[in-house]
């Protein structure tokens, strides 16, 4: 079964600095995707940065990238420069593949980050 | 991006009554769309699959009768709460995904209370 694993349950960080958000998967699926989704008090679910299984390198967006070790099953999300807007939730997922068929995401249990100012 | 929508945003009912989500796909077709619940700080947990034109798949542990999911159109999947009661009250987020692996659309989620 696949499964996500998000160890830490807050970090905090100071304004401008990097930070590193982990995540760790499982899955006997030599397909996947890996995502990152940031979740305000709002609610809603603010889509970070995709890494395919196959994608040979990290995947970047803007200020976040992605640090894919597949070997080890892990995909952490590195943050730089960190704002006061980036306070939120932050989960981890897998794209869940059956039939060939794009599947639904399944969820690490989130990692709240604070960042001080 | 593509955009999906769900309304209410909110919404507040009392135990016993039936309540309806809606979940749209504004400009693109979806004939797959999932629900998901989320409880106050947990995480998003699969509910069920929504395919237009057939049943809904539902995950072990929900009841299918009580979370009552349609999909008529391919951009409307619904879902309605029965004889909701306090228990039922969490937050809840369709999502539809795109044609590449990478797309997952989520509407904005409706929170639900039932009092």
């Known amino acids: 079964a696949q499964k996500i694993t998000q160890t830490q349950p807050g970090m905090f960080v100071q304004e401008k600095e990097a930070v590193t958000l982990d995540c760790t998967y499982d899955t006997s699926d030599p397909s996947y995707g890996l995502f990152w989704y940031k979740q305000p008090s709002s609610g809603e679910m603010i889509f970070l940065i995709y890494?395919?299984?196959?994608?040979?390198q990290n995947a970047t967006e803007g200020r976040y990238s992605l640090n894919f070790q597949k070997a080890r099953k892990s995909a952490n999300l590195v943050i730089s420069a960190s704002q006061l807007g980036d306070s939120a939730m932050y989960f981890c997922?897998?794209?869940?593949?059956?039939?060939?068929?794009?599947?639904?995401?399944?969820f690490g249990k989130g990692t709240k980050l604070s960042v001080k100012p | 991006g593509a955009v999906v929508s769900q309304h209410p945003s909110w919404v507040i009912c009392k135990s016993g009554t039936s309540v309806k989500i809606e979940c749209r796909s504004l400009?693109?077709?979806?004939?797959?769309m999932f629900w998901y619940r989320q409880f106050p700080k947990q995480s998003l947990m699969l509910m069920a699959t929504?395919?237009?034109?057939?049943?809904?798949?539902?995950e072990q542990g929900v009841e299918k009768d009580k979370f009552l999911i349609n999909h008529a159109s391919l951009t409307l999947s619904t879902l309605t709460v029965t004889s909701a009661h306090p228990e039922d009250s969490s937050f809840y987020i369709c999502?539809?995904?795109?044609?590449?692996?990478?797309?997952?659309?989520f509407g904005p989620g409706t929170r639900l209370t039932v009092t």
């Open positions: 400009d693109f077709q979806a004939t797959t």
């Open positions: 999502s539809a995904p795109g044609k590449q692996r990478r797309e997952q659309y």
């Open positions: 890494q395919g299984s196959y994608d040979q």
């Open positions: 929504s395919n237009e034109g057939s049943k809904a798949t539902y």
């Open positions: 997922a897998m794209s869940y593949n059956y039939g060939g068929s794009q599947g639904n995401l399944i």
